[in-house]
C-alpha cells in the first residue's frame, strides 16, 4: 500500500511537472507570434527612418558638392568675360598703332580739306614762301597732328590693358598674347607718337627751302 501511493504520488507530480512544461512551451509559443509581430511592425518603420536619413545626407551632400561647381563655373565666365575684352582692347590698341603710323582716311580728308583752305586764303601776289607753308606745311601738320592722336589713343588704351589686372580680383593672371598684343601697341603708340611731333615740329622732313 506504502509503495503504491509513493508511485501514485511520483506518476502525479511527473504529470503535473510535464503539465507545466506543456503549458510554458504553449506560452512560449503564445508569445513568440506577439514578439516576431512587434518586431516585424518595427523594422519597416526604422528602414523607413533609415532610408529617409540616408536620403536627406545624399541631398545634403549633392547640395554641397554642388555649390563649389556652380562657384566655380561662375568664376570661369567671369574670367573669360574679363580675358574677352582685354584682349579686345589689346587688339584695339595695336590697330590704332598701326594706323598711326600708316595714315587714315580722316588724316587724307584732313590734309586736303587744309589744302584747299590754303589755296582759298593766299593770293596770287604772295611769296612762294607763304604759297608753300600755306597750301603744303599747313596741310602735312595737319596729317602729322591726326597721326598723333591715334598714336596717343593706341599707347593709353595699350597702357589701360596692362595694368588692369592691378585693379582686378587677386588670382586672376592676365593671358600672355593680351600682353604681348598690348606691349605692341605701347611701342607702336610710342613710334607714331615721336614721329608725328617731329613732323609737326618741321623736325623731320621739313618744309624745303624758297631761298
Do not use: C
Amino acid at each position: 500500500m506504502g509503495t503504491k501511493t509513493v508511485d501514485e504520488a511520483v506518476d502525479a507530480n511527473g504529470t503535473e511537472a510535464q503539465s507545466d512544461k506543456e503549458t510554458e512551451q504553449v506560452t512560449g509559443t503564445e508569445e513568440t507570434p506577439d514578439g516576431a509581430a512587434a518586431t516585424g511592425a518595427e523594422a519597416p518603420a526604422e528602414a523607413e527612418h533609415v532610408t529617409g536619413a540616408d536620403a536627406v545626407a545624399e541631398e545634403q551632400d549633392d547640395t554641397e558638392d554642388g555649390a563649389p561647381a556652380d562657384e566655380d563655373l561662375l568664376v570661369a565666365e567671369e574670367k573669360e568675360a574679363t580675358g574677352v575684352g582685354q584682349g579686345a582692347a589689346a587688339v584695339v590698341s595695336a590697330g590704332l598703332g598701326i594706323v598711326s603710323l600708316t595714315g587714315s582716311w580722316v588724316a587724307t580728308v584732313a590734309a586736303a580739306r587744309e589744302t584747299l583752305v590754303g589755296q582759298l586764303q593766299t593770293s596770287s601776289s604772295a611769296s612762294v614762301a607763304t604759297q608753300v607753308k600755306e597750301v603744303y606745311g599747313d596741310a602735312w601738320a595737319t596729317t602729322a597732328l591726326v597721326g598723333g592722336l591715334f598714336a596717343l589713343a593706341a599707347l593709353i588704351v595699350g597702357v589701360v590693358v596692362l595694368v588692369r589686372p592691378a585693379f582686378g580680383a587677386p588670382g586672376r593672371p592676365q593671358a600672355p598674347w593680351i600682353k604681348s598684343v598690348a606691349w605692341a601697341g605701347v611701342s607702336l603708340g610710342v613710334v607714331g607718337l615721336v614721329l608725328a611731333v617731329a613732323k609737326y615740329s618741321d623736325i623731320l622732313l621739313g618744309l624745303p627751302s624758297t631761298k
